[in-house]
T-cell receptor
Framework: KQEVTQIPAALSVPEGENLVLNCSFTDSAIYNLQWFRQDPGKGLTSLLLIQSSQREQTSGRLNASLDKSSGRSTLYIAASQPGDSATYLC???????????FGAGTRLTVKP | DGGITQSPKYLFRKEGQNVTLSCEQNLNHDAMYWYRQDPGQGLRLIYY???????QKGDIAEGYSVSREKKESFPLTVTSAQKNPTAFYLCASSTGRGTEAFFGQGTRLTVV
């Protein structure tokens, strides 16, 4: 069974800092990996989707990488802003099923 | 606007009652999902459906039921057999296995 872990559980940084969020998974036979953002009491907003054949995806200040063989993905946020404060979740879709397995998330706080 | 609509936003259930959470999408997506989110935990899959009139149990299906009579709709019923239903419920959809998933804004269910 696929297990997804996100470290750290919480992170607090000053505004302007570059930061990296980590996601690891136990079964490397994945179909794709998706990063989401969740604001308190809200649904999930899709940030980036990386297919298993890709190494990275970029959108604005966000860059996500994927190393399938080592079971790891990172989300890099450049020049962080207070508006980036939210919980970031990664989800993995395996080859055999159409369901997504989620990590518990990293709660990010960017201080002005 | 295209998207996923969950209703109601807040729902209160008395002991022994069944309640139904609505999820509607106008994205023409084939696959739809129901997740449960508890504080400090990742999302856990309740049920998912890849096509109309077909659905599969997720990890925590006990005490829940679903139907998929229309492509646009995937309602979730929380039955009286679910002993701890207080949680945040999220509905999602995607076109297929390799594609981006989109989420609704969630329904917060509380037992009173």
């Amino acid at each position: 069974k696929q297990e997804v872990t996100q470290i750290p559980a919480a992170l607090s940084v000053p505004e302007g800092e570059n930061l990296v969020l980590n996601c690891s998974f136990t079964d490397s036979a994945i179909y794709n990996l998706q990063w989401f953002r969740q604001d308190p009491g809200k649904g999930l907003t899709s940030l980036l989707l990386i297919q298993s054949s890709q190494r990275e995806q970029t959108s604005g200040r966000l860059n996500a990488s994927l190393d399938k063989s080592s079971g790891r993905s990172t989300l890099y946020i450049a020049a962080s802003q207070p508006g980036d404060s939210a919980t970031y979740l990664c989800a993995v879709r395996t080859d055999n099923n159409n369901d997504m397995r989620f990590g518990a998330g990293t709660r990010l706080t960017v201080k002005p | 606007d295209g998207g996923i609509t969950q209703s109601p936003k807040y729902l209160f259930r008395k002991e022994g009652q069944n309640v139904t959470l609505s999820c509607e999408q106008n994205l023409n997506h084939d696959a739809m999902y129901w997740y449960r989110q508890d504080p400090g935990q990742g999302l856990r899959l309740i049920y998912y459906s890849q096509i109309v009139n077909d659905f599969q149990k997720g990890d925590i299906a006990e005490g829940y039921s679903v139907s998929r009579e229309k492509k646009e709709s995937f309602p979730l019923t929380v039955t009286s057999a679910q002993k701890n239903p207080t949680a945040f419920y999220l509905c999602a959809s995607s076109t297929g296995r390799g594609t981006e998933a989109f989420f609704g804004q969630g329904t917060r269910l509380t037992v009173v």
